[in-house]
Nanobody, 111 residues
Framework: QVQLVESGGGLVQAGGSLRLSCTAS????????MAWYRQAPGKPREFVAT???????MYADFVKGRFTISKDDAKNTVYLQMDRLKPEDTALYSC?????WGQGTHVNVSS
């Protein structure tokens, strides 16, 4: 059973930055693509960004130019650098790889 653990969330003012981490209990990211999703209160979960085995990346339009996904296979960790945060970025951010999901980390952006 693979475990994914997110960290790095918190409260930040609009325009600020946070870096989220997702650490796996195995080297799953070297064998599978990985993605970040988010779910705001009362809204469905939505795709944020993904990184492939070969480190190709893709982003949702609403985070392009502000968020950067990266990974360190040696540390079994994927990162989401979030810059120029907006109040509408407030959500529970979760990582996913293959069939596995983390519990999520909360991001709260104040105006």
């Amino acid at each position: 059973q693979v475990q994914l653990v997110e960290s790095g969330g918190g409260l930040v003012q609009a325009g600020g930055s946070l870096r989220l981490s997702c650490t796996a209990s195995t080297n799953i990211f070297s064998q599978n693509n990985m993605a970040w999703y988010r779910q705001a209160p009362g809204k469905p979960r939505e795709f944020v960004a993904t990184i492939t085995i070969n480190s190709q990346t893709m982003y949702a339009d609403f985070v392009k130019g502000r968020f950067t996904i990266s990974k360190d296979d040696a540390k079994n960790t994927v990162y989401l650098q979030m810059d120029r945060l907006k109040p509408e970025d407030t959500a529970l951010y979760s990582c996913n790889s293959n069939m596995f999901w983390g519990q999520g980390t909360h991001v709260n952006v104040s105006s």
